[in-house]
């Protein structure tokens, strides 16, 4: 039956206006193919709301974000905003979105194509095949609690505060969101904490145990604890012990950027950050990739656009139940790797350096030859 799918798609700064291009593309071939209408509105988030409109997000935009089925984004910031007012950095934009939509899971698959076994800085035998998927509490803990900020003291010093504190249902929602994921992998759960140092760590310890042991759809799970900086050796020393990790907000910051290194590079890995369902089953959610805006690349067409297209993929596969048309676009990323095609970040001797723009061209060719 055909879809009618609307879609909020914010390219932001730097090298997301680049990579989202190639997603547009993407996105209109299996409107085309797959019998899909994507419905697409465009606006501004980040460093060039600033310049448009004096905040890194309007209340028009985030209007549009509540109303659009997902929403699509690029990446936000960049040195030219270095300077202007806290509150209204670009960073406070993507904040804004992930709390107002309440977007408290974020999921950050590690993957490592066989293709890009060598491009990884670990060893091919320790992430051949490697498959982690990382979920962080995304709304809570140290970057949302207050009290918040920097001080005068009487002394002539300064003082910095930031309070990491979170509830039972936030933490419990998020280990069930990795419960979830688990139970259609390998069933595995590894829950990162610091409780051998911090309060809010044993109540994130004591409530994810708590999921385990007393809902019963959870039976088959095998739940672990990890201190979080042993979590941090570990990915580094063997990550196929992983199969999901959950973790808090700061912890999950930290663990998923190491993890996404295993793969070879920032430029491969998407994300997806999800909220609680409505009454009608229906979440709110967004799709990123993980990688930052990277001004020193910006406008030079030399940016991965993958992990913004895997992005796509992952929204197709957990807001639209469409599972065959992601497994369409992740097989076409893999057959294009496997022919030797790469952007400068995962550039390995022998293979064929391209463009941001010659991936894209790249990926819709093995998608027609799948389709066809």
């Not at 993507?94 to 990884?120: E, H, T, Y």
């Not at 982690?132 to 009487?154: A, C, K, N, W």
């Not at 933490?171 to 904490?193: M, N, P």
């Not at 723009?357 to 998608?367: E, H, N, R, S």
Request: glycine content about 10%.
């Amino acid at each position: 039956m055909a879809q009618d799918i609307n879609l909020l798609i914010l390219p932001g700064d730097g090298i997301g206006t680049e990579v989202m291009a190639q997603v547009r593309r993407v996105t209109d071939w299996i409107g085309t193919n797959q019998g899909i209408t994507f419905n697409i509105e465009e606006d501004l988030v980040g460093g060039c709301s600033i310049d448009a409109h004096g905040t890194s997000l309007t209340d028009e935009c985030m209007a549009k974000a509540m109303a659009a089925d997902a929403v699509l984004l690029g990446a936000v910031g960049g040195p030219k905003w270095d300077k202007v007012d806290f509150d209204i950095r670009p960073e406070a934009g993507l904040l804004r979105l992930r709390k107002d939509m309440g977007l408290f899971a974020n999921l950050r698959p590690a993957i490592c194509f066989d293709a890009l076994v060598d491009a990884s800085s670990l060893k091919p035998d320790l992430i051949s095949g490697l498959d982690i998927m990382i979920v962080r509490e995304l709304t809570g803990g140290v970057y949302f609690g207050e009290p918040r900020g920097i001080t005068d003291l009487p002394d002539g010093q300064r003082r910095g505060v930031n309070t990491q504190v979170y509830d039972t249902e936030e933490i419990r929602r998020v280990v069930r969101v990795a419960f979830d994921l688990a139970l259609q992998r390998d069933g595995r759960v590894t829950s990162c904490d610091k409780a051998n140092v911090m309060e809010s760590g044993i109540l994130w310890r004591e409530e994810a145990t708590w999921v385990h042991e007393n809902e019963a759809q959870y039976a088959d799970i095998e739940l672990s604890h990890m201190y979080a900086d042993n979590a941090a050796m570990q990915l580094v020393r063997q990550p196929k012990q992983f199969d999901v990790i959950v973790t808090d907000n700061l912890f999950g910051d930290i663990l998923s950027d190491t993890a996404a290194m295993l793969t070879g590079s920032l430029g491969m890995l998407p994300s997806a950050s999800l909220g609680a369902p409505d009454e009608s089953g229906v979440a709110k959610a967004m799709y990123e990739p993980v990688h930052g805006s990277a001004p020193d690349i910006a406008g030079q067409n030399l940016a991965n656009p993958i992990a913004s297209i895997l992005s796509f993929a992952m929204a197709l596969r957990y807001s639209f139940n469409l599972g065959a048309e992601a497994d369409l676009i992740e097989k076409s990323v893999e057959n294009v790797l496997a022919e030797g095609y790469r952007t400068g970040d995962i550039m390995q001797p022998g293979m064929n350096q391209t463009t941001t723009t010659g991936m894209g061209d790249a990926i819709i060719v093995a998608l027609d030859k799948l389709a066809g």
